[in-house]
């Protein structure tokens, strides 16, 4: 049976929640615009399974509006009782470069006690790239969370702003080696004397992941 629009948007209202997930992923398959207008029919699903797979394709689909796209995602950010459905939206906001969000992200990042939403939040901003994110993810690289604080030093490199290399300089030396892994890559996107020689020490280091990326990123200096 061919998927066309008009049997999909029949699949949506159906009350069973596997014909609904299924029918959110058949979106993928039609045009953009076709399918930007049928997610939205399950944006306020009752369950979160469906919430998320929708909000979750508004990366590639919320370019058709992206005015409508906003709207959407500020209020499953804010309002979605479950935190994988308001993580989603975060990175969809990111990824569409919605920077007019920025003080919804921080707002929430502050408030929630939710560590997922802070990861996402915190990954995304890099993506955002907005320069008033610096401060907030200064302040995650001090988070008691390690995924919040890799999270953290990738975005840094995504933003950027050489001002972040002293503050990075520090976790050349910690204990997990996939945050300095991240560090190396953060370092190679920042440049510089500074930036440089911190990666010259990490391409030293003592597991052959970090190291070998060291040396390769130091063949871009």
Request: glycine share 6%.
């Amino acid at each position: 049976m061919s998927i066309t629009p008009e049997s999909v948007k029949e699949l949506l209202s159906s009350e069973d929640l596997g014909v609904r997930l299924r029918a959110v992923n058949q979106i993928r398959q039609l045009e953009p615009n076709i399918g930007f207008e049928l997610i939205q029919g399950a944006i306020d699903d009752p369950s979160s399974r469906v919430r998320y797979s929708a909000i979750s394709q508004l990366d590639t689909l919320g370019g058709q509006d992206l005015d409508a796209s906003l709207k959407i995602l500020r209020d499953r950010l804010l309002n979605d009782p479950e935190p994988d459905v308001q993580a989603a939206a975060a990175d969809c906001l990111g990824a569409l470069k919605l920077s007019v969000a920025f003080d919804d992200l921080q707002h929430l990042y502050q408030t929630t006690g939710e560590w997922i939403v802070q990861f996402s939040i915190i990954a995304t901003l890099g993506e955002l790239g907005d320069t008033r994110a610096f401060g907030l993810l200064q302040e995650a690289l001090v988070s008691d969370n390690e995924l919040i604080k890799t999270a953290a030093i990738s975005s840094l490199g995504e933003l950027g702003d050489i001002q972040a290399i002293p503050l990075l300089a520090p976790y050349a030396n910690h204990s997990d080696w996939q945050l300095r892994f991240r560090l190396v890559q953060a370092l190679n996107r920042l440049g510089g004397a500074q930036a440089q020689s911190i990666l010259e020490t990490l391409a030293q280091d003592e597991v052959e992941a970090v190291s070998a990326e060291a040396q390769r990123s130091l063949q871009n200096f």
